[in-house]
Every structure is written in C-alpha cells, then in structure tokens.
C-alpha cells in the first residue's frame, strides 16, 4: 500500500491483510489508489514550488513499474542509504529496493527478495559504513503468511539474516542502533489470523531475539518506529486500541531491562496514530503521526507530541488547509531544530497529494516548502538527519504525470540545508 494510501484511512497494510487475508497486497494497494482517485484525492495540479532549503535529488529506480522508499539513514555527507520497494510488472508484485548515496549520486544496490510474491523494506539504520540494517516483510510461501524481513549490509553485500518466527504471520516497520550490537526492530505479530500485538526483537550481536512489550489483546495493534538513545534507553511509537475499539496512541519504553507503556495525550474522540519517533536527549523526545477528528471519521490531521523527561504532551502545529494531512517520520539535529514529513491533500475536487514537511525552531512549529515533481501527487515517507548535522535527507514517492495509473510511481528523494 503507497504511503499516501495508508495514511489517509489510518491503516497498515497487516491490517488490511488481516481483515482481508486472501487478498494479495497488490490488490489491497490497487482498490485503496482507485478509491482515492474516485474520491478525487489524485488530481492534475502544479506541484509545491520548492525553497531555497529543499530540492529534489535524482533518485533511481529499478524496473518499469511503481518506485516507493520507505525511510533513510544517514551515515556521513557521502555515505546514506534509502529503502523501500519495486514493483514487478506485468503481475504488480513487489521486491525490495536498496539505494546508496555516495556523495555524488543515488544508484541502486541489489538486495534480497525471498519471496516469488510480495517482499518490501520498511526501515533502515546504520551503525557505519559496513554495518547497516533494514527491516521489512515478505509473503512467505513456506506458510502463505507475511513474515518479518531483516537484512543486513557488510559493506559488499546485503544478506538475510534469520529472525524469529511466528506460525500466524509478522512484519517489521521500524529499526534503531545504538552500537554494533546493540539494535532494536519494532512491528507486529498476528496472535491469530485476525490480531495483531506490537512486535520487539533486539540483535546482541550474534541472535535476534523476541522482548517481551506489553500487549492488550483487545485487537489490531502494533509498534510502528523505535529510536534508541542508549543501552538502558530507547522510545518505540504506534497504536492500540482502547476498551471501546477506537484506535490512540502507543508509546512504550525501554529502561534497560523492560518494556512500559508510557501515558501520552490521545486527540479527541477519534483515532490517534503515531508513525514516527526521534530524540535529541533523554529529556527532549518528539513522536509524530496523525488523527481522526471524529469517531466516524476517515479524514486524518498531523498529530505532534513530546517528552520533556516526565510526561508527554501535545504540542500544536500548523494545520495545512482543509484537506486530510498526516506525518509519517521526524528527525531532530538539536534542542532547536528538528523535521517532519508526511503528506497532506489539497481539500475539494481534484485535490493533489502533495509533500509536508515542518520544521521546529526551539519555540514553535512552522510549514517549509518542498519541491515535487511534475504535476501529480507526492508524500514523503522518512527523515533522517546528518548525524547531527543540518545535512538532511527525506524520501518518498511521486506519480508525476498525474493521472490515475497506479505504476507512473517513481521514487523521490530531498535534500535540505
């Protein structure tokens, strides 16, 4: 499912796929896109004009059909990576897609696709230059079940490394690293072919292994982005279901020897999501992602929230007109400066999709243009920052001709500062 897709109805595709579990994701992704453009979400308008801060990079792109990167990380101003996922045409099913930058251009890097159907990398974080981990999914044939995917790059190759296995299904979407041995991955895992609960595996060097994190058991729940701050720290950001069905924010927390749920503010009577996470200290945390104005509800406005080392608060940001809009990743460089990406839409007929990014100057929250390409819809999917630096990177997809073909998609990459 294209970002723009998931976050517009507040889904994920594991929960498409449990409420529709014969239903392949090409399909899910093909019904949600039509539904979209019936609704008028896609259509042909002039792209966002960009700022002298941001610009489009030329990206790459494998094969002929739709391009999507799902996140990005920063190891030096020559060396970052992107991943995501390619689709395979004529049959629309996906492989994985692994990007380098190496200071002068993006080109692809061949990565691995277990399966013959469905595979796709939903994260990424690196440690250095030859020790960088992506997560995802793929459609195991083995089971007819979507399993969770991590690999690893050793500076030559990217290889699959073996995780733990769960007989109903499980996905990974968010990867954190503090040291070589010493990483977080965070989704879900099916406890029957209709529940989820939230998902913590943790690399020692040598094994992933499952951690146990609080569960409710009360339906389709799960971790989204982790961000480790140290051993005995480290934040993971979601969504649970409360004990009357309506989706709010989950936020659980690492303090060296178990997972908590932490209280965090839930936006009115409607659901809450949280998609992306990101710290500046142990006392300074930023967690974003989007909510239902309503119970009833499908239109989705950003949600932004922080910790200030006792609780966390909402903390208001610009809302950009009366389209839906939504954050999907958040990078901090400093107490005074930090990023958010999603994607927001333009309200009326022939709405376009079009990139959001804000930027926090240590007092307030304030909208940044961002380039696009052509005349179609855009979103931004991950932020990821120069390791401190104000070198900062955010990756997403374009449909550029603006027309209703779901495979026009191509891979866009920003560049800022």
């Keep these: 499912m294209p970002g723009y897709c998931r976050v517009l109805f507040g889904l994920c595709e594991h929960v498409a796929r449990a409420l529709f579990p014969t239903t392949t994701r090409y399909s899910i992704r093909t019904a949600m896109a039509a ?36 996140d990005v ?33 993006w080109s692809v890097v061949p990565s691995q696709s277990p399966s013959t159907s469905d595979n796709s990398l939903h994260a990424v974080a690196a440690v250095s230059a030859s020790d960088v981990w992506a997560v995802g999914d793929f459609d195991d044939p083995a089971t007819a079940q979507y399993q969770a995917l991590i690999e690893h790059w050793n500076g030559t190759v990217w290889a699959v490394v073996p995780g733990p296995h769960f007989p109903h299904g499980s996905g990974l979407f968010g990867v954190s690293a503090v040291t070589n041995d010493d990483i977080w991955a965070v989704g879900y895992f099916l406890t029957s072919p209709f529940g989820t ?13 499952v951690v146990p994190s609080p569960t409710s058991m009360r339906g389709s729940n799960a971790l989204v982005k982790v961000t480790a701050i140290s051993g005995h720290d480290a934040w993971a950001v979601g969504y649970d279901v409360n004990a009357e069905g309506i989706y709010q924010t989950l936020i659980e927390h690492w303090n060296g020897s178990t997972w908590t749920v932490v209280h965090s503010p839930h936006f009115g009577p409607g659901g809450n999501y949280l998609s992306g996470v990101t710290y500046v200290s142990a006392r ?3 967690a974003v992602g989007y909510y239902n ?29 009366a389209g839906n809009s939504a954050f999907t990743g958040v990078a901090a460089v400093s107490a005074r400066s930090a990023w958010v990406v999603g994607i927001t839409f333009a309200s009326g007929p022939g709405g376009v999709a ?4 804000e930027h926090w ?8 243009s961002s380039p696009g390409i052509g005349r179609g819809g855009h979103y931004l999917d991950g932020v990821a920052d120069g390791r401190g630096t104000s070198d900062i990177w955010t990756v997403g997809a374009a449909y550029p001709s603006g027309t209703s073909a779901e495979r026009s998609g191509q891979t866009l990459i920003e560049h800022c500062c």
Excluded at 40 to 61: C, I, K, Q
Excluded at 74 to 101: C, K, M
Excluded at 294 to 315: F, K, Y
Excluded at 354 to 357: A, C, E, S
């Design 73 to 105: 990380a920063v190891i030096s101003a020559s060396d970052a990576w992107a991943v995501g996922a390619y689709e395979v045409t004529p049959n629309g099913f996906q492989r994985t897609l692994a990007e380098h930058w190496n200071g002068i251009a």
């Design 293 to 321: 104005p309503t119970a009833m509800s499908i239109t989705v406005q950003t949600l932004i929230e922080h910790w200030n080392g006792r609780s966390w608060s909402i903390v208001t940001n610009p809302k950009v007109g």
């Design 35 to 70: 539904a979209l453009l019936s609704a008028g979400a896609f259509g042909v308008a002039p792209a966002r004009a960009g700022s002298a801060g941001w610009s489009v990079v030329t990206s790459a792109n494998a094969g002929t059909g739709t391009n999507e990167l799902n």
């Design 361 to 368: 100057n240590g007092r307030n929250w304030s909208v940044k």
């Design 197 to 209: 609960q939230p998902l913590v595996e943790h690399w020692n060097g040598i094994t992933w292994t």
């Design 284 to 286: 300074n945390v930023w």
């Design 354 to 357: 079009k990139p959001l990014i």
